[in-house]
Structure formats: C-alpha cells, structure tokens
C-alpha cells in the first residue's frame, strides 16, 4: 500500500536510503509494515481486524502508542486525541477503516500507524499520516 510521499516527510529523519519492509503475519488478521531510514525503523504500520462492534477505544488497547488512552507514546505522557473515526497522538494513531465490502465478514478493519524512536513525533502530521493509510487501506484488497 503506498502512502503519500507528504505525509510521511514530517517523521522522516535525514539519511540515504528509505527501505520498506514487510511484516510476517504471526497472528491471523495482523498485517504489518516498517518503514526505515538507513537501515533503522521510523515508522511502522499496520492492519487488524476485529470483532464486529469493536470500538476505537478497544482496539487501541494493542495499538502501539495508543494503549492506556490518556498516558501513551514513547515519552509516556502525550494526550491522545478522539476524533471519530481516528484516534491519534504524536508517536501513534489508529483510524477505523471504511470498507465497502471487508474482505473478513462480520469484522472490522482497523489501522495504526506508530513512529519509532528515531522518527520525529508530530500530532497534526500524525492525523494527516493516518487518515491517508486508511484511505489506502480501505481501497486496497482487504476491503474490494
């Protein structure tokens, strides 16, 4: 899945050589993509799906930077923001993703994306970074 190239600049250290790799899928329904800058991760991304029914809040119990709602991220004491169908911070958000026909009945499509320790942490640009992958997302195979 391709993300535009502007809203990945903001968590993009200097460096030589961007690289993408895959995750492998150890748990049914999980999707992963990191996202490196001379060999060491900035970003990674990924696709869950849940339950039918599952709530923002629920599903960012495993979101990386997003878990515990109030005090999350790298630093352990940003403010998530909840802005329907997104919930986001500076180092993680996760968005609730618009499927026309989802791929897995009876469930429902999350995405996270979440900055690494090197990548550079921004709310507004993480919100824009979010909604453009789960835009992606929700065109891709996963929901066709």
């Not at 809040?57 to 005090?71: K, Q």
């Amino acid at each position: 899945m391709t993300v535009p190239t502007d809203r990945l600049e903001p968590f993009l250290p200097g460096g030589e050589e961007i690289s993408v790799r895959p995750g492998v899928a150890e748990i049914d329904g999980i999707e992963r993509c990191r996202l490196h800058v001379d060999g060491k991760e900035v970003l990674s991304f990924t696709t869950e799906w849940w339950e039918e029914g599952t709530g923002l809040r629920e599903a960012a119990t495993s979101a990386a930077g997003l878990s515990g709602h109030d005090s999350i991220g790298l630093g352990g004491d940003e403010k998530v923001r909840e802005e329907l169908p997104y919930m986001y911070s500076k180092t993680g958000a996760l968005a609730v993703v618009s499927c026309a026909k989802p791929r897995k009945a009876d469930q429902e499509l999350f995405a996270s994306a979440r900055v690494s320790a090197v990548g550079k942490p921004d709310e507004a640009a993480m919100k824009k970074l979010i909604a453009a992958y789960a835009e992606t997302v929700g065109k891709s195979d996963e929901c066709a």
